[in-house]
């Protein structure tokens, strides 16, 4: 099966997806994966802690299901260990603003394609305008 050009860009860049969710962790991690990521996908704190600091991801992505003072600290060595870096929240809560600690925030609901252009560095279409 052929994927969509604008998943296919992504291909081998490694995320580390860390939450507390195991179900909602099991299917963002499908869909990563067919999107062409290498993924390493856990709930555990210690493991969220011991890859960041192995410094052997490119993306963080943090689900809102996490502590947030946990998030921030993670965040913060996340981005110590790997400058370049980008790190991306998913949320189902309403925020004011992007916590500055994060280069994207995404809304659960916004669906798959706006999780991977986040991860992308890139803007949805219908959130450029």
């Known amino acids: 099966m052929k994927q969509p050009d604008s998943l296919s860009s992504t291909f081998k860049r490694r995320v580390l997806s860390a939450g507390a969710n195991a179900e909602l962790l099991w299917l963002r991690d499908a869909v990563l994966r067919y999107a062409g990521f290498e ?4 709930s555990n704190q210690k493991d969220i802690v011991g890859e960041v600091q192995a410094g052997r991801c490119d ?23 790997r400058p370049t870096g980008r790190i991306v929240s998913i ?3 309403k925020v004011s603003e992007i916590p500055p600690y994060l280069d994207a925030l ?3 609901i916004e669906g798959p394609e706006a999780l991977i252009a986040a991860l992308n560095g890139k803007e949805m279409p219908d959130k450029a305008a």
């Open 39 to 42: 993924v390493f996908t856990t």
């Open 59 to 81: 993306i963080l992505l943090l689900c809102h299901s996490l502590d947030e003072g946990f998030r921030h600290d993670v965040a913060k060595q996340f981005r110590e260990s």
């Open 91 to 93: 949320t189902n809560d």
């Open 106 to 108: 995404v809304y659960g």
